[in-house]
């Protein structure tokens, strides 16, 4: 039966994806892809020729009604981002939302996303987390953060090298200096690196040495309620 089928990619480590993902990948009629170069090289590396489209926040607008006609056509579409799992601050839920009304069947494969390993290994309460993905670059990322203040739960985020200092700044100046977190960097990649500590010790570091890479950034929750 034709469907949507997401496909999680690596995070990073390519050895980290399914082999069920490379079987769907081999199998579809076409693949969307959130940039074709990097999803390119992937299938160069597995030896999958399958047919690549692009498909990312700036053309999903245009092309989401072609590619439901041709899933309805009998098609099979598998669906990537860059790494990790379609739809978790990457582009999905416009296409899955489409095809939905459309009474058209999506399956979600499950495999890397980068939101996991990181609650996991950053030290803090996990059993309770929630996912807030990138804050607003400006408007309303302070009316976010007043928002996050009284957050009981361990707090995940999504999060850019350049902006890394400033976000944690910011943090320190709602949540308070002494608030525990963890900057998880290169998640499954070489260079992987977990710092934990309190905000004030993490924007000492951070200040000192200018991060790089993907990054992931958990933060305690309010403890004084």
């Known amino acids: 039966m034709a469907k949507l089928i997401l496909v999680p990619t690596p995070i990073g480590n390519l050895e980290d994806i399914t082999l ?17 170069r990097t999803t390119g090289m992937l299938l160069k590396h597995y030896q999958i020729e399958s047919k690549m489209f692009s498909h990312h926040k700036f053309n999903e607008h245009n092309t989401v009604e072609k590619i439901t006609q041709r899933i309805k056509g009998g098609e099979t579409a598998a669906m990537v981002s860059d790494a990790g799992t379609p739809g978790i601050s990457d582009p999905g839920y416009l296409l899955v939302n489409h095809c939905i009304t459309n009474g058209i069947e999506v399956e979600c494969l499950p495999g890397a996303t980068a939101l996991i390993p990181a ?6 309460p996990n059993d309770r987390f929630c996912f ?5 670059p400006k ?4 009316k976010k953060l007043t928002a996050l203040q009284q957050e009981e739960r361990t707090m995940v985020f ?9 976000t944690l700044n910011q943090s320190a100046e ?4 002494e608030r ?21 010790e ?23 309620q």
């Open 20 to 36: 069920r993902a490379l079987r769907v990948l081999k199998e579809a009629d076409f693949i969307l892809a959130e940039d074709t």
């Open 119 to 124: 609650i996991v290994m950053a030290g803090l």
């Open 132 to 136: 807030e993905g990138f804050l607003p």
């Open 139 to 142: 408007k309303g990322r302070q």
């Open 158 to 166: 999504y999060e850019s090298p350049h902006r890394l200092v400033k």
């Open 174 to 177: 709602f949540f308070g200096l």
């Open 180 to 200: 525990k977190a963890a900057v998880c960097r290169e998640l499954s990649k070489f260079y992987e690196e977990i710092k934990r500590g309190s905000l004030e």
């Open 202 to 224: 993490l924007i000492k570091y951070y200040t000192d040495h200018p991060p790089k890479g993907e990054i992931v950034l958990v933060i305690e929750g309010n403890r004084e």
